[in-house]
């Protein structure tokens, strides 16, 4: 391997641009137009742009990549995660013109990459799957049949989704009932797509990091806990995972074997499992490509694991893993607003401080000036945190979130503290370790907001009952440094005061006051009125930043109540809108593939008498499918070409 080209962008590009040079592999990068000016286009040692606007016209372009192997000469292809990393036919195309593949076959990603599929790979290698029927169901007995003897809840999981994305939670026979006659008007699919799991509650997250070479040696470089969830998507990773016994351990080391050797698995993966209170293990899925958290797993193991995998794909062997040394935490810094049950943001990075000293890792591939785009993930970069045991690792984290501070987009530090101030989670003064995959909503994303009552989904606004949003300043009293918050309504009245004192025109520069951006503030408060705007007036508009992916009414259409309009997605994240009142579809304002702004109208509905009346103060109409939809299936994945846990590659 001499020149390799890494097919992604952003974070994950970068560090493998780093690993290659470090081995004296030259490095290609490849960069769309807004990605001109990154950290890892500049250090690449060449770089080719891919026109086009799109994510599908440039970085899941697969013939436009292929292109640009061949003209730079490449003889190898890092994928990185996301975009084509887990797609088979850009996979095959590599290995066809004989350039090196730095992952598992395209075979391999066939067999894995549908969820029904693996579950049966995992019941031909003898490792437990989750209670459920592994093929196709299309008939509405057959799924009441298995609810019913299962118990509820349970799942309907479309079989290339991950990440959150094509997951419905159904408590009963007529939620089940409702998804299965709106089921292609919800997911976009057919209903053939899905299969039906028993859900699994209270259960934690835990995977094992695996390697296999050609010559059919095999490790698992550490475990790691992923509990920590919002949406089905990770927040918060940790290795060793915690608190397992030896027993579970070996079972899931045995298990990953088994997985890799039914596929003959060539490279790095990760096998992902439920582990129940009472150490039962269940199979999820295996991820065939490197992913996010791989960086806990190399903290503990002392080992790169993008030099593994360029040596395995090199023909060479792997390196066993020793034992684990320490313990490491990895936190997502996300353009996400935790006042807002964590929704996707977009803006221009406006300062960014990273922590630093002793155990302290930074994995980012953005700077100030930095705009993050509703096109991509939201993810801006990678806390990496290590010590020697697991409570020296919690007490470093909060020391780092203390140092951390971005102004621009909101993040979810202040979550994090919180997070990592409960002692639930860090099992200190007695407690003990119960985390399981829902234990951020519950805890801390429990908050549905009235824009869900009006039709509108949970992810565009903010807790119902939310307090007025402040501001945080730093000044000095008697020459001692101080903290000042403020609400936001006051310092409004001294900008005005402030202004008629002096006739500036209101500029709150005269006031000396610089504040952090923390969140949208006050646009957030309206944003919650909006669903009640919506069911009076009739006029959906968009409450953020988006991209429209479909459009499910036509003009002149009728539509009740809970009734699905238009698709959204924002930053690898779906968010379903739908209708607040009775009507008819008056006028459609957007197409597909439109890039929306907040505020900007996407349906006109002629409401039908009596709904202006009611408004949106009423209990919403729409069934429990609709509002299980609008709060759960907001994320994504694919090969992951559509959108998985890692969609936007560099970004996540």
Same mark, same amino acid.
């Given at each position: 391997?001499?020149?390799?080209?890494?097919?992604?962008?952003?974070?994950?590009?970068?560090?493998?641009?780093?690993?290659?040079?470090?081995?004296?592999?030259?490095?290609?990068?490849?960069?769309?137009?807004?990605?001109?000016?990154?950290?890892?286009?500049?250090?690449?040692?060449?770089?080719?742009?891919?026109?086009?606007?799109? /994510?599908?016209?440039?970085?899941? /372009?697969? !013939?436009?990549?292929? !292109?640009?192997?061949?003209?730079?000469?490449?003889?190898?292809?890092?994928?990185?995660?996301?975009?084509?990393?887990?797609?088979?036919?850009?996979?095959?195309?590599?290995?066809?013109?004989?350039?090196?593949?730095?992952?598992?076959?395209?075979?391999?990603?066939?067999?894995?990459? !549908?969820?029904?599929?693996?579950?049966?790979?995992?019941?031909?290698?003898?490792?437990?799957?989750?209670?459920?029927?592994?093929?196709?169901?299309?008939?509405?007995?057959?799924?009441?049949?298995?609810?019913?003897?299962?118990?509820?809840?349970?799942?309907?999981?479309?079989?290339?989704?991950?990440?959150?994305?094509?997951?419905?939670?159904?408590?009963?026979?007529?939620?089940?009932?409702?998804?299965?006659?709106?089921?292609?008007?919800?997911?976009?699919?057919?209903?053939?797509?899905?299969?039906?799991?028993?859900?699994?509650?209270?259960?934690?997250?835990?995977?094992?990091?695996?390697?296999?070479?050609?010559?059919?040696?095999?490790?698992?470089?550490?475990?790691? !806990?992923?509990?920590?969830?919002?949406?089905?998507?990770?927040?918060?990773?940790?290795?060793?995972?915690?608190?397992?016994?030896?027993?579970?351990?070996?079972?899931?080391?045995?298990?990953? *074997?088994?997985?890799?050797?039914?596929?003959?698995?060539?490279?790095?993966?990760?096998?992902?499992?439920?582990?129940?209170?009472?150490?039962?293990?269940?199979?999820?899925?295996?991820?065939?490509?490197?992913?996010?958290?791989?960086?806990?797993?190399?903290?503990?193991?002392?080992?790169?694991?993008?030099?593994?995998?360029?040596?395995?794909?090199?023909?060479?062997?792997?390196?066993?893993?020793?034992?684990?040394?320490?313990?490491?935490?990895?936190?997502?810094?996300?353009?996400?607003?935790?006042?807002?049950?964590?929704?996707?943001?977009?803006?221009?990075?406006?300062?960014?401080?990273?922590?630093?000293?002793?155990?302290?890792?930074?994995?980012?591939?953005?700077?100030?000036? /930095?705009?993050?785009?509703?096109?991509?993930?939201?993810?801006?970069?990678?806390?990496?945190?290590?010590?020697?045991?697991?409570?020296? #690792?919690?007490?470093?984290? *909060?020391?780092?979130?203390?140092?951390?501070?971005?102004?621009?987009?909101?993040?979810?530090?202040?979550?994090?503290?919180?997070?990592? #101030?409960?002692?639930?989670?860090?099992?200190?003064?007695?407690?003990?370790?119960?985390?399981?995959?829902?234990?951020?909503?519950? /805890?801390?994303?429990?908050?549905?907001?009235?824009?869900?009552?009006?039709?509108?989904?949970?992810?565009?606004?903010?807790?119902?009952?939310?307090?007025?949003?402040?501001?945080?300043?730093?000044?000095?009293?008697?020459?001692?440094?101080?903290?000042?918050?403020?609400?936001?309504?006051?310092?409004?009245?001294?900008?005005?005061?402030?202004?008629?004192?002096?006739?500036?025109?209101?500029?709150?520069?005269?006031?000396?006051?610089?504040?952090?951006?923390?969140?949208?503030?006050?646009?957030?408060?309206?944003?919650?009125?909006?669903?009640?705007?919506?069911?009076?007036?009739?006029?959906?508009?968009?409450?953020?930043?988006?991209?429209?992916?479909?459009?499910?009414?036509?003009?002149?259409?009728?539509?009740?109540?809970?009734?699905?309009?238009?698709?959204?997605?924002?930053?690898?994240?779906?968010?379903?809108?739908?209708?607040?009142?009775?009507?008819?579809?008056?006028?459609?304002?957007?197409?597909?593939?439109?890039?929306?702004?907040?505020?900007?109208?996407?349906?006109?509905?002629?409401?039908?008498?009596?709904?202006?009346?009611?408004? #949106?103060?009423?209990?919403?109409?729409?069934?429990?499918?609709?509002?299980?939809?609008?709060?759960?299936?907001?994320?994504?994945?694919?090969?992951?070409?559509?959108?998985?846990?890692?969609?936007?590659?560099?970004?996540?």
């Amino acid at each position: 391997m001499k020149k390799l080209l890494i097919a992604n962008r952003g974070e994950i590009a970068l560090r493998v641009v780093r690993t290659a040079q470090e081995m004296g592999i030259a490095t290609v990068a490849v960069y769309a137009n807004q990605d001109r000016d990154a950290a890892y286009v500049r250090m690449a040692d060449e770089a080719y742009l891919l026109p086009g606007e799109t /994510n599908n016209q440039t970085y899941l /372009n697969e !013939d436009a990549i292929l !292109d640009l192997v061949k003209r730079s000469g490449a003889d190898a292809v890092h994928p990185g995660y996301g975009f084509l990393s887990e797609v088979p036919s850009f996979a095959r195309k590599v290995a066809e013109v004989g350039i090196a593949w730095v992952g598992p076959s395209a075979q391999v990603l066939v067999d894995l990459g !549908d969820k029904i599929q693996a579950c049966k790979v995992a019941e031909r290698a003898k490792v437990p799957t989750v209670p459920g029927i592994s093929e196709p169901v299309t008939d509405i007995r057959t799924l009441l049949d298995f609810a019913q003897s299962a118990g509820y809840p349970v799942m309907m999981k479309k079989a290339d989704g991950g990440g959150g994305r094509g997951i419905t939670l159904i408590h009963d026979d007529d939620e089940l009932r409702t998804f299965y006659m709106n089921h292609d008007a919800l997911q976009g699919g057919d209903l053939g797509d899905y299969f039906i799991e028993k859900f699994v509650d209270r259960a934690r997250h835990v995977e094992t990091q695996s390697g296999r070479d050609r010559n059919g040696s095999f490790t698992v470089y550490s475990t790691r !806990d992923c509990s920590l969830q919002r949406r089905n998507q990770k927040l918060v990773e940790e290795a060793p995972a915690p608190y397992l016994s030896y027993v579970v351990a070996s079972k899931l080391e045995e298990y990953s *074997r088994r997985l890799f050797e039914a596929v003959g698995y060539v490279g790095l993966g990760t096998c992902e499992f439920l582990v129940t209170p009472l150490e039962k293990i269940y199979f999820l899925e295996v991820n065939p490509r490197l992913q996010v958290e791989h960086t806990v797993s190399e903290e503990v193991s002392g080992l790169d694991l993008v030099r593994e995998q360029l040596v395995i794909a090199s023909g060479g062997p792997l390196t066993p893993a020793p034992a684990p040394r320490g313990h490491s935490f990895e936190l997502r810094i996300t353009s996400e607003d935790p006042a807002t049950n964590l929704t996707p943001s977009s803006g221009t990075i406006e300062a960014l401080h990273w922590p630093s000293g002793p155990g302290i890792r930074i994995d980012s591939g953005v700077d100030v000036g /930095n705009t993050v785009s509703p096109r991509d993930d939201s993810m801006m970069g990678k806390l990496i945190v290590s010590a020697q045991t697991r409570e020296a #690792a919690v007490a470093r984290v *909060r020391r780092a979130l203390k140092e951390i501070s971005v102004e621009g987009v909101p993040t979810p530090i202040s979550l994090f503290k919180q997070i990592f #101030a409960n002692p639930e989670f860090t099992a200190e003064h007695g407690h003990s370790f119960d985390i399981s995959t829902k234990w951020v909503e519950r /805890n801390y994303l429990t908050m549905e907001p009235q824009a869900v009552k009006a039709g509108q989904p949970a992810s565009v606004s903010g807790a119902e009952e939310e307090e007025e949003p402040v501001e945080t300043f730093n000044i000095e009293v008697d020459n001692k440094r101080v903290t000042l918050t403020l609400p936001q309504s006051m310092i409004a009245g001294a900008v005005g005061v402030a202004a008629r004192a002096s006739g500036n025109g209101g500029s709150r520069a005269n006031l000396r006051l610089q504040q952090p951006l923390r969140g949208q503030g006050m646009k957030d408060r309206r944003s919650r009125n909006e669903g009640e705007d919506a069911a009076r007036s009739g006029v959906i508009v968009a409450t953020m930043q988006a991209v429209v992916t479909r459009i499910q009414v036509a003009q002149g259409q009728e539509v009740d109540k809970g009734d699905l309009l238009v698709v959204l997605e924002s930053m690898k994240m779906e968010n379903y809108v739908y209708a607040p009142a009775k009507g008819r579809v008056r006028k459609i304002n957007v197409g597909v593939a439109d890039g929306v702004d907040p505020g900007q109208t996407l349906v006109e509905l002629d409401l039908h008498s009596g709904n202006k009346e009611r408004g #949106a103060g009423a209990e919403s109409g729409k069934s429990a499918e609709s509002r299980e939809s609008g709060k759960q299936a907001q994320a994504g994945k694919s090969g992951e070409a559509g959108a998985n846990d890692e969609q936007q590659g560099g970004q996540q």
